[in-house]
């Protein structure tokens, strides 16, 4: 017989046996029962319809009483619906008739259930034998078509029509396949399809059949011989006519057949929700796979495995989530049926059979029969979710609860949907009438059963029956807190509970009872339950010691089921369990007070709390069991319910919970979210409550599993409190604990771990009061995932809101107040930890040892708990091994104020955050506070991390939670296995508990570790991130990084990089790819960190992160040993990406002397040099402004061919660019041994021992550019020459000098240093001037060669702006050059600069000038400015155009050589003076251009400095230029010397038809024409020649020879310029310089007598038979000469007398004589002629103060005659001025006056009569007259003589006739 036929059996005889040996006729075992209104002829009133297989009985409500009873095979004619006036009367009729005799007579009735009851009635009428099942007659069959969803197809089948439903049957072998109640058709429930063109219509593409209950809908269409709508119009009216069912029909969509199964594709995905578990079940089903047949009483295991004989097994995966159970199948995870939760009435725990289990449905959907191995575990989790969800209890049965005892069973649509009540309790029905009829049934059968000691046969009997019903009607929540319950059924029922063994309460459960009566006491059990809800029927039982005794002994019960019921039991009495307590509603506290009363009466003997506790003990638990002994914990231990507990229970139930040990942490697996929660939380308070056992524990949490568990928990539950409760208990277990820190380490990036270490945001030894007010916080914590999660409202309440109850005399304290109160018990709390000793006791002198420390603390906890105070328990938070232990616990856990969730926190965190900063605290593991920063641990956490010690993301989280989970996963199978063994081997509970340190697993966490495979490829070293440390940097500099031991990193970067030189290691020739993973090969890949393939790209980064680390921490690493290893990788390396990175960090290394001494001794400035020469190689220079079209054009020429090969055949090729050479290495034709030479070499080498080559040959792709590169190499240099100065302390040079300058001012290194300048690269050619200049600082010998290198012609090509290094470069070494061929040359400072600099002939001389005297800085603006001034004459068109132009052509093709080649070498070569067109007409002298100096309206009043120095330059110039002559050397002499053939086409100076050609450009300079006889450009070509062939340092026997060329190429350039003998024009611009000088300084001048006047004089001097001597050309020199004449002498009166010595009077006299002859009164003042008179009157006005002069004057004929004739002229006031100033002076002299007078200086009269100004001048030369003055002495007035004289002028009388 199988389980099930078992249950059939035994579910009708299952009652217990009467006393008495006459059993009484057994009731019927109803198939249903239902509540109807019966109409007669008397009127309606309520009948109880019961219908059984044999019979039809009617029953009084009230007693239960057979009112009728109708035998179906004889007085059962049938039924049907009443359709009268209202529709809605739910009326139908039953044809039946008395005794088997008589005519057949409808009997009305009416209920809400009129379906369900005519479906019953319909299959019992057609039921032709008794005790067979009920079959249906058919209304019809009709051919169909049906669409099967998978294929797409129409497969043939036959619909039949019955009174009660639809079967769907096999057209061949006649099989139901299919079936389905008219009852339990949905609305709609028919569908209609539209046909392949989307018309609407019934016959187009057929109907959709829709069911209740979350099956899937059917598609139909009709076959042959019906058309759809006859068979839609059947299936509409026969259930309308046969059960009143009205079965809608919606015909208003346009869905197709392929429409209908796209819909069931989606509705097979099923629930949306997130799973909360799955589960491999076995589904048993019936044979038509729907619900015609009802289970009840058939229910039987078929042959195939399901239900009854045809039903099937199949295999199915059954989903929980919170809101529905979703069956799937396993193949494609399809949605077979989703249930909602909410319809969940029971769940059944077939005790029959370990695997059976059942769920019962309050919705009519029919009982879901599975079969699985994690039955138990299954159950347990949808209990769980079923309660937290719905809050209310839920049943777990022991049998499937028969149809006839549940009252009006629900049925399908018909049947009202279950009600969500607001009160305490989910309820089928909510009618109080309804309850107190059950009760008062059971209260009938009780008293039948108590009488005369049970003695009344079948009355126990009938009490099984009844409280079968009342389980079946009333919910398991029980019947309303206010309802009266019979004492008789209290007492009967508490009767029928077995009396407890007396056996000691360690001893284990006595064997189970027999299955069926375990499940007869769960009956009455759960019945007592339903009962005990009420307050007073509670109150009852607990007030009698045996009803006690019995209760708490069923939890020692063999049977787990019925210790789990009698468990709950007691959770429900003292509060706790799942559904709504009023303990938040009773404002009085009379809840409070007697669920305080309660505990103390269940639990007021050790032996209950040993015994509840033992249930957990045992290694295999039943989880239902578990689950509801910790409801009993929560509510005995946990807050708030825990408040109500007694201290001395309190304390001894949790000290034997810490008992448990390993089994309680076991719990942390259970199957149960709200066990693992609450055991969490029991957790909690064991580390608060006892700090020994706490500490003993870790051990335990950590080889359980439990502390792996709760990290899941911790990580990744949601924000909520039971996240928290477990980050306190990780915290608790893991802090300051090394195995679980050790383990934290495996499991989590070092980065992350490092937050536990770091200081906290606030310091944990604050006051009291935030220690306090942060415990304060951890306690409502706790109470609210408790509270939570049972769906309570929590409202504050003050200590007065609660009346202590009299019986348990708790002190009245409301009146106290509750800040008063609190802090009493505190300082109460605090005084009794500092005064605790071994002796305390607890309760009534009982003493442990094991908790003395504890038990003061709890006392003071105690004095708080029981003052009724509902805010005294949660805000003392220090119930632990002392108060400052927890409070500063709950300060160093987590705060209210924050909540972080992962989510929340990435997108709130714009910036990554910080990285740990480890503290190392030393705070004694005993001291009450944690250790390590957990709450910032948690934080970091949940936000995303990309740093260089950390990358922590949404992946990584997830990776770290797959692990996690995969952990606990397989933990718990080998536990469940490891259980299995031990239940299939026999062993005894005595056995198991023995055995339990012996076969208990323990998890292997010190071998647990997760990886990442997200950083699988990225390098960690030393616990960073390799890419991110070099990617956070920005701009190429070092990133601020901040590294916890850098000096530990640094060499741990340096052992990668070693190791990772071993990649490519290979055995017997096989590649490292070629060997595969194979456990035979060692590899590192299989190490943390090893990722990034290895090899030279790993390399190249751990050089990265070193040149980073080291930059920043030097000081603190020091000198590297390996400096030399990585100088001579970074030479020989083939990788050029490496190379690039060794040299970055090599140049980062040169910042510590002593790596620089190992640098140099293994070659390391040679190498740096050769580096800096690759600079040339790059492939585009930086674009200057300034570059001519030259320099541009180069660019986009053909690179020279430099490089002969040969290859490995022997065969020679060449002359190729380099790029040749990279084409034949890549094609294999040439090796490191092939011979290579480029031009320059001395000879043959190998191309290894070319650098140049063999870096270019190089794998992979460079990182830094050849300009980079070169900047990177001059860093290197520069550094190596700072290490070692040439000046002591003393500031004495030392010799010899340091090697590094040594080295580098070597011919190896100093030219190619030079040549760098040629690169063009502004960082380059700064660098690379700087360090030439540093090279040669107080180092002779390279500085008096350092021209042969051609550095300043490298300096002068290039065209940026930065000159400030050059220039400082210049300004050092431009006057120290031996470059005229001996070192005499460098040092003789009596050459003029521009002889004596080596940029003389380059550079204008005012540059020059700006570097020799204003500076570096002056010199460098002054070239990249545009100047035209009398100071500086410099344009970027006369930088670009004129000196880089021609530089460039004096370097010819050797700048693109070295792209080629970069070691070629410059053969020096002096260069021809730089011609500028822009000074060819200006003259420079001392520090002007005078040409500009004398345009005074472009630069009027320009200053002038230095005065005396400028005018010794003008008078040594002027001088200069006076005794020039023409070169004794011939044009034709010198063209010999240059070789210069003049017969040359190209050198003679005829054009093609024989005329000479002197033709000028527009601008008047000369420009590439021939000027004389010879061509400029061919000049300077012969010049660079003969002058590279013959030089001294190139050829020493070719000094005389160097010597001639100098000349004959000066000579030649002197006839280009025109610069033979003196020029008029450079004459000129001296004198007007000198004038200059003189008007404005001619005060600075005072004290200097001017030395010029022999060249002056000689200016002046006009031979008397000259007659040009006022030409356009003469005229201005003679007016210049004049003006100077007159200037000096104004300027001193010693000039005066030195000009009247050197004889200037007779000269100056003449030249008067000169100019008065051509000068006319009326001639401009402007006229030359005019001027030289005016400069030269005032000369003598100056010197005829002088007697010596007015001597010489006297001497010279016409003199006075010139004089007075200057009186005359109109237009010449100054001279009029002069010659008045003159005649006054000379009037100094007798004889003089006479000439005067004889001259007619009376003339004068008519000027001071039309020229006003000059009136007291001839008053004053009149008065000197003394001749004049006794004239008008003789006449009276003066205006006597001067009326005479005008009237005697007027008359043309002569001057010599006026005074006679």
């Known amino acids: 017989m199988d389980f099930v036929s078992r249950h059939a059996s035994s579910s009708s005889h299952d009652q217990p046996s009467s006393s008495s040996g006459d059993v009484p006729a057994e009731e019927l075992d109803y198939l249903a029962r239902y509540l109807v209104t019966k109409h007669s002829w008397r009127g309606r009133y309520k009948r109880i319809l019961c219908i059984s297989q044999v019979s039809i009985v009617t029953l009084d409500p009230a007693t239960l009483n057979v009112t009728n009873s109708y035998d179906v095979l004889n007085d059962f004619e049938g039924a049907a619906p009443f359709f009268g006036r209202d529709d809605n009367a739910n009326e139908f009729t039953i044809s039946v008739r008395t005794d088997g005799r008589g005519k057949f007579k409808p009997m009305k009735f009416s209920s809400r259930y009129r379906a369900s009851i005519l479906t019953e009635l319909h299959r019992l009428r057609w039921n032709k034998t008794v005790g067979h099942a009920p079959s249906t007659v058919v209304v019809t069959e009709f051919s169909v078509l049906h669409l099967r969803r998978r294929t797409s197809d129409w497969m043939p089948f036959t619909l039949r029509v019955t009174t009660v439903g639809i079967e769907i049957v096999d057209s061949k072998t006649r099989d139901l396949r299919w079936c389905l109640d008219f009852r339990d058709m949905d609305s709609p429930g028919i569908i209609v399809l539209s046909d392949a063109y989307g018309k609407k219509g019934e016959e187009g593409g057929g109907f959709v059949i829709c069911p209740m209950y979350g099956r899937k809908c059917k598609a139909f269409m009709a076959g042959s011989g019906a058309p759809n709508t006859t068979i839609i119009s059947k299936l509409i009216k026969t259930p309308k006519s046969q059960l009143g069912i009205m079965v809608s029909l919606d015909n208003s969509q346009s869905i197709g057949a392929s429409d209908f199964l796209k819909q069931r594709a989606k509705v097979a995905v099923g629930a949306e929700e997130t799973p909360l578990g799955e589960w491999s079940v076995t589904r048993l089903r019936s044979a038509a796979h729907g619900t015609a047949n009802t289970l009840g009483l058939t229910l039987g295991v078929g042959p195939k495995g ?202 284990l459960p006595p064997p189970p009872p027999s299955p069926k009566a375990s499940a007869t006491l769960m009956g009455f059990i759960a019945c007592l339950r339903r009962l005990l809800t009420s307050v007073s029927a509670a109150s009852a039982v607990l007030s009698i010691p045996a009803a006690v005794i019995r209760i708490m002994g069923l939890l020692r019960s063999g049977s787990e089921g019925v210790a789990a019921e009698a468990a709950g039991l007691v959770a429900m009495l003292i509060g706790g369990g799942p559904g709504e307590t009023n303990l938040q509603l009773d404002s009085k506290g009379e809840h409070h007070a007697t669920s305080m009363h309660t505990k103390s009466v269940l639990f007021g003997h050790q032996t209950y709390i040993t015994i509840l506790v033992n249930r957990l003990k045992p290694v295999s638990v039943s989880p239902l069991l578990s689950m509801a002994v910790v409801e009993v914990l929560e509510a005995m231990l946990c807050e708030p319910l825990g408040e109500t507990t007694q201290l001395a229970t309190f304390v001894e139930m949790l000290r034997q919970v810490a008992g448990l040990r390993r089994r309680l942490f076991a719990l942390f697996g259970h199957p149960a979210e709200s066990v693992r929660e609450t055991v969490a939380v029991i957790m909690r308070t064991i580390a608060e409550e006892d700090a020994i056992a706490a500490e003993s524990m870790r051990d335990a949490a950590l080889r359980d599993g439990a502390l792996l568990r709760h990290l899941v928990h911790a990580f990744f539950l949601p924000v909520g409190e039971r996240r928290e409760v477990s980050r306190q208990l990780v915290a608790l277990w893991a802090d300051s604990y090394q195995p679980a820190l050790d383990l934290l380490s495996r499991m989590l990036p070092p980065g992350l771990v490092a937050y536990l270490h770091t200081r906290p945001a606030e310091d944990d030894n604050d006051d009291g009061q935030l220690q306090l007010n942060q415990a304060i916080t951890s306690k409502r914590r706790q109470r609210r995932i408790l509270q939570r999660r049972k769906g309570r409202i929590v409202r504050a309440k003050g200590a007065s809101d609660y009346t202590p109850a009299s019986s348990n005399k708790v002190e009245d304290v409301s009146s106290c107040e509750p800040s008063k109160h609190i802090h009493g018990a505190i300082s109460r709390a605090a005084d009794g930890f500092l005064h605790s000793n071994g002796n305390s006791q607890v309760g009534q002198g009982s003493t442990y040892s094991a908790g003395n420390s504890v038990v003061p603390t709890v006392n003071a906890v105690a004095s708080v708990r029981n003052t009724g105070c509902d805010d005294a328990p949660a805000s003392v938070a220090f119930k632990g091994s002392s108060f400052l232990a927890s409070s500063q616990l709950g300060n160093s856990i987590t705060s209210d104020s924050v909540e972080y969730d992962a989510n929340a ?242 140049k980062v290394l040169m910042k510590v002397p002593a790596n620089v001494e190992a640098c140099v001794s293994v070659g390391g400035c040679a190498l740096a040099v050769d580096l800096l020469t690759t600079s040339h190689e790059a492939s585009e220079r930086t674009s200057i402004p300034l570059q001519s079209n030259l320099i541009a054009a180069t660019a986009f020429m053909e690179p020279p061919k430099e490089w002969l090969f040969v290859t490995k055949d022997g065969v020679q090729v060449g002359p190729v660019e380099k790029d040749g050479v990279r084409r034949a290495w890549s094609k294999q034709e040439i090796d490191l041994n092939s011979k290579c ?59 010899p000098t340091p090697r590094v300058k040594r080295i580098l001012s070597s011919p190896r290194c100093l030219p190619h240093i030079a040549q760098a300048l040629l690169t063009g690269e502004p960082g380059i050619v700064e660098g690379a001037a700087a360090l030439l200049k540093a090279v040669v600082t107080r180092n002779p010998k390279a500085m008096v060669r350092l021209y042969n290198t ?29 470059f005229h061929g001996g070192e005499e040359a460098a040092v003789s400072s009596s050459l003029p600069l521009a002889k004596r600099s080596v940029l003389g002939g380059i550079l204008p001389e005012s540059l020059l000038y700006v570097l020799e005297r204003s500076g570096p800085y002056a010199f460098a603006a002054a070239m990249i400015s545009d100047s035209d001034t009398p100071e500086i004459i410099w344009t970027h068109k006369m930088r670009a155009e004129r000196l880089i132009d021609q530089v460039l052509q004096h370097l010819g ?256 006299a003449t030249l008067l004589s000169r100019c008065m002859c051509v000068v006319q009164p009326s001639t401009p003042s402007t006229e030359p002629s005019a001027m030289i008179v005016t400069n030269v009157m005032q000369t003598f006005a100056c010197v005829s103060q002088f007697p010596s002069a007015r001597s010489e004057m006297l ?46 200086v009376l003339c004068m009269t008519l000027l001071l009569k039309k020229m006003q100004l000059q009136k007291p001048m001839v008053l004053e030369v009149m008065c000197r007259l003394q001749k004049i003055h006794t004239l008008c002495l003789q006449l009276g007035h003066w205006q006597d003589l001067l009326d005479i004289v005008e009237m005697k002028f007027l008359h043309h009388t002569t001057p010599q006739q006026l005074i006679h």
Not at 417 to 425: D, F, G, K, L, N
Not at 1264 to 1283: C, F, K, N, R, Y
Not at 1354 to 1360: K, R, S
Not at 1523 to 1537: G, N
Request: aromatic fraction near 8%; proline fraction near 6%; charged fraction near 25%.
């Open 306 to 507: 399901g239900l009854g004989e045809k039903g099937d097994a199949v295999s199915r995966q059954l989903i929980l989530t919170k809101m529905s159970l979703v069956e799937r199948r396993p193949d494609n995870y399809e949605a077979v049926i989703v249930r909602p939760l909410s319809a969940v009435g029971a769940l059944v725990r077939f005790a029959e059979e370990p695997q059976m289990f059942a769920i019962e449905f309050n919705d009519g959907c029919p009982i879901h029969v599975y079969a699985s191995t994690s039955r138990d575990n299954l159950l347990a989790a949808v209990r769980d979710v079923l309660q937290t969800e719905r809050q209310c209890p839920i049943p777990v049965l022991p049998r499937l609860t028969m149809p006839g005892h549940c009252l009006n069973p629900p049925c399908g649509r018909i049947s009202p949907q279950p009600q969500q009540v607001a009160s305490a309790a989910q309820r089928l029905f909510a009618d109080i009438e309804g309850e107190a009829m059950h009760l008062k049934h059971l209260a009938a059968a009780a008293k039948d059963a108590v009488a005369e000691g049970g003695s009344i046969p079948g009355s126990r009997a009938k009490l099984w029956r009844r409280v079968r019903e009342f389980n079946a009607c009333i919910p398991y929540s029980g019947v309303l807190p206010n309802t009266e319950v019979p004492e008789v059924a209290l007492m009967a029922l508490m009767t029928m509970l077995p009396a407890p063994p007396n056996l000691p309460p360690e001893s």
């Open 905 to 1146: 926190g990435i997108s709130s965190q714009l910036i990554f955050p910080a990285p740990a900063q480890v503290v190392v605290e030393n705070t004694p593991v005993g001291s009450g506070r944690l250790l390590c920063n957990w709450p910032e641990f948690w934080r970091e956490f949940c936000l995303d991390h990309n740093r260089a010690d950390l990358i922590w993301n949404e992946r990584t989280r997830q990776e770290l939670r797959e692990a996690l989970q995969a952990e606990v996963h397989n933990l718990d199978v080998e536990k469940a296995r490891t259980e299995d063994v031990l239940s299939l081997g026999g062993h005894t509970d005595e056995e198991r508990i023995g055995q339990e340190t012996t076969i208990q697993l323990s998890w292997n966490y010190t071998e647990f570790s997760v990886r990442y495979h997200s950083l699988s490829k990225e390098v960690c070293v030393g616990q960073y991130y390799l890419r991110l440390l070099l990617d956070s940097g920005a701009g190429g500099r070092a990133q601020d990084f901040p590294l916890r031991d850098p000096v530990a990193f640094f060499r741990a970067l340096y052992h990668r990089f070693l190791c990772d030189a071993d990649v490519g290691l290979t055995v017997e020739g096989a590649t490292p790819d070629e060997l595969g993973a194979s456990d035979d090969w060692c590899d590192m890949g299989r190490l943390d960190g090893f990722g990034g393939g290895g090899g030279s790209s790993v390399r190249e980064l751990c050089a990265r992160a070193m040149t980073i680390v080291y930059e920043q921490h030097y000081q603190a690493i020091g000198p590297f040993d390996g400096t030399a290893h990585i100088t001579v990788l970074l030479d020989r390396t083939n990788d050029r990406a490496l190379r690039h990175r060794l040299l970055l960090l090599l």
């Open 1237 to 1295: 030479w480029a031009s320059g070499m001395t000879e043959w080498k190998r191309m290894r021992d070319i650098r140049e080559l063999r870096w270019a040959m190089a794998s992979r792709i460079a990182v830094l550019t050849p300009v980079q590169v070169g900047e990177a190499a001059l860093s290197i240099l520069h550094s190596m020459v700072s290490v070692h100065s040439d000046l002591d302390d003393a500031g004495e040079i030392v010799t």
């Open 1350 to 1378: 051609g550095v300043f012609y490298f300096a002068l090509v290039y065209a940026g702006s930065n000159l400030y290094s050059i220039a400082n470069l210049f300004a050092m070494t431009h006057g120290h050059q031996a």
């Open 1453 to 1708: 093709d050797f700048p693109q050589k070295l792209s080629q080649h970069c070691h070629s070498l410059y053969e020096y070569a002096p260069m021809p003076p730089v011609t500028y067109p822009e000074l060819q007409d200006e003259m420079w002298c001392h520090r002007y251009y005078l040409r500009n100096l004398c345009d005074e309206i472009r630069f009027p009043g320009w200053p002038i400095v230095e005065h005396v120095e400028f005018l010794q330059s003008l008078l040594a110039m002027w001088r200069e230029e006076l005794t020039r002559r023409p070169m004794d050397l011939s044009e034709e002499e010198a063209c010999k010397i240059l070789e210069i053939p003049l017969d040359d086409d190209g050198g003679i100076g005829d054009d093609a038809d024989g005329k000479h050609n002197n033709d000028l450009e527009e601008d008047g300079s000369i420009k590439g024409k021939l000027i004389g006889r010879v061509d400029e450009e061919k000049l300077k070509r012969q010049y660079r020649k003969l002058a590279m062939k013959f030089h001294p340092d190139k050829n020493p026997e070719g000094r005389e020879k160097f010597v001639a060329v100098q000349k004959a190429y000066e000579r030649l350039q002197a006839t280009l310029q025109g610069l033979q003998g003196p020029q008029l024009w450079r004459l000129l611009l001296l004198l007007k310089g000198q004038c200059i000088l003189y008007r404005r300084y001619g005060d600075v001048l005072q004290p200097f007598k001017y030395a010029g006047y022999p060249m002056l004089l000689n200016s002046v001097t006009v031979d008397k038979d000259d007659s040009n001597f006022l030409s356009a050309e003469r005229a201005p020199l003679l007016v210049a000469a004049s003006e100077l004449t007159w200037l000096t002498c104004v300027s001193s009166a010693l000039n005066g007398e030195e000009l009247v010595r050197d004889g200037g009077v007779p000269l100056l």
């Open 1755 to 1800: 001497h010279c004929a016409g003199f006075v005659e010139d004089v007075v004739h200057c009186t005359e002229l109109e237009f010449a006031s100054a001279a009029v001025d002069a010659s008045l100033q003159t005649i006054a002076l000379l009037t100094a002299s007798s004889e003089l006056q006479d000439s005067l007078l004889k001259a007619g």
